[in-house]
Structures are given as structure tokens and as C-alpha cells.
């Protein structure tokens, strides 16, 4: 069994910042990739930015030079650090948990944080 906890969502004003972050815990053996996706209303689900095999980092378009995510493989966690915040990041932010196991590939996702950017 593996269990995703997320902290650090919550209201800020435009231009502000936040930090999110997740700790995996339980069945966890071998991490392949952990991330963060994020949601909004109306909207399909979409890569904010994840590390895959400890060293590839990806960022989707919209966040890239404003959020910086890092890995603790020590603490099994990965965070977020969100700058220049836009009403448009608004949405709930959901952590990603991708496990090697032989020849297949685990997803393992959290419950979710929501964000929320306004004045």
C-alpha cells in the first residue's frame, strides 16, 4: 500500500508564492518519477512539472522560470516552489508517485491540494 500526503495549498494573491509539498510512504521500492499535476474546473488534468529517474526534470510551459520543484529521496518527498502565482494557477494540485516494478510502471496519485490565486 502506498499513501501520498500534500500540504501547502491554500489562498494567495497574485504575484505571491507557495509551496507545496508531498511525502510518500508505505510499499515504496523502487521511485521511478514523482511530480505534480494540477486541475482546474472545465479543465483536463496537466503536468505542472515532475523528476523522472532522479535527474530529468520536466515543467509544463505555463509554470517554466516561476516554479521550481525538488527531490528528497532521503524523505521519500517531492515539493514545489511557486513564484510570480497567476489567478490562472489556480486549481487543485495533485501529487505524482510513478514506481518501477521489473517491466511495468505504478501510478500512484495523492488526494489533492487546492490552490488558489485572487486578490
Known amino acids: 500500500q502506498v499513501q501520498l500526503v500534500e500540504s501547502g495549498g491554500g489562498l494567495v494573491q497574485p504575484g505571491g508564492s507557495l509551496r507545496l509539498s508531498c511525502v510518500a510512504s508505505?510499499?515504496?521500492?523502487?521511485?521511478?518519477?514523482m511530480g505534480w499535476y494540477r486541475q482546474a474546473p472545465g479543465k483536463q488534468r496537466e503536468l505542472v512539472a515532475n523528476i523522472i529517474s532522479g535527474s530529468t526534470t520536466n515543467y509544463g510551459d505555463s509554470v517554466k522560470g516561476r516554479f521550481t520543484i525538488s527531490m528528497d529521496y532521503a524523505r521519500d518527498t517531492v515539493s514545489l516552489t511557486m513564484s510570480s502565482l497567476k489567478p490562472e494557477d489556480t486549481a487543485v494540485y495533485y501529487c505524482?508517485?510513478?514506481?518501477?516494478?521489473?517491466?511495468?510502471?505504478?501510478?500512484?496519485w495523492g488526494q489533492g491540494t487546492q490552490v488558489t490565486v485572487s486578490s
Open positions: 508505505g510499499n515504496i521500492f523502487n521511485i521511478y518519477g
Open positions: 505524482n508517485l510513478i514506481i518501477r516494478d521489473s517491466y511495468r510502471f505504478l501510478d500512484y
